[in-house]
């Protein structure tokens, strides 16, 4: 039943992140997963650390792991594990909360703490029945529990699930539009909608606002006059492509300096030069 749960979806070769939707389900419930086609490192390459002091439970973990192709590492005590993690920060922790030296819980607290290991997502390993367990340590942070006793396959199951939404979080991260633009001393805060040129606050209206954004964003590339009245004005049919050429200028009047960043490409359009 495994194999087909998840599918890999390639990059797409315009280069564009689309976001799909793929069900399955698990033993308990059906989930559905946010698989962003970013160009991720594949799942199966991922580190997984386990910490657990059960001789028998970390050998079948670390068998069924390694058989998905994850590599796999396996420590019995709790304060050797924190040191390690610390170290070299895996990419999911498998944890089990009672351990000698210190405990999944305190290990947990730990790694929240620190910046450098706050993202590594845990799947908590919990006694059966121990509902407080459970609790605490979602509530530490934890990314999921499995209760003892436990199926191999529902672990890697849940491993893969975890790793599949800390991946898709990472991406929808790194795909959204940056918050400061900056070009040469231009300098552009979108959300606050305002412009500094060489550290000095210049107005701009709303047009010229997304006109700058615009080259800003696309800076090194040629944009063709029609390219900007569609994407700047909105296919507005009666706006003449001389609107353009005007608000160019009064761009450039408000980058002072930096003006000559804006490029004339005769025939063309105009490009914002890095
Ligand atoms: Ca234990």
């Given amino acids: 039943m495994h194999k087909t749960l998840f599918k890999v979806y390639e990059p797409p070769a315009d280069g564009v992140s689309r976001a799909i939707s793929t069900p399955f389900s698990t033993p308990f419930s059906t989930l559905f997963v946010e698989i962003c086609v970013l160009a991720l490192p594949p799942m199966a390459q991922a580190r997984i650390y386990i910490v657990e002091d059960e001789e028998d439970i970390a050998e079948v973990l670390s068998y069924n792991l390694e058989k998905e192709g994850f590599q796999v590492e396996v420590e019995r005590r709790g304060d ?3 040191e ?7 990419d999911l922790l498998v944890l089990d909360l009672m351990l000698p030296g210190i405990d999944g819980k305190e290990i947990t607290r730990s790694l929240k703490r620190e910046p450098a290991t706050a993202g590594i997502p845990i799947v908590m390993l919990t006694a059966r029945g121990e509902e407080l367990d459970r609790i605490v340590g979602l509530e530490l942070g934890a990314d999921d529990y499995i209760p003892k006793p436990f199926s ?64 800003m964003e696309r800076c090194g590339r040629v944009q063709s006059r029609g390219q900007l009245l569609s994407d700047v004005w909105g296919y507005a049919e009666d706006v003449d492509s001389r609107t353009v050429d005007t608000h160019i200028r009064r761009l450039r009047r408000k980058l002072g300096g930096e003006a000559e960043r804006i490029e004339t490409i005769i025939g063309v359009g105009y490009r914002l030069r890095a």
């Fill in 80 to 82: 050797a594990a924190l």
């Fill in 152 to 215: 191999p396959r529902e672990v890697v199951l849940r491993v893969q699930a975890v790793l599949r939404r800390t991946q898709a979080a990472t991406a929808s991260e790194s795909a959204a539009p940056r918050e400061v633009l900056e070009v040469g001393r231009i300098k552009l805060d979108v959300p606050a909608h305002r412009l500094y040129v060489r550290g000095t606050e210049t107005p701009l209206t709303a047009t010229e606002f997304r006109l700058l954004k615009l080259l």
């Fill in 84 to 90: 390690a993690i610390r170290r070299d920060p895996p």
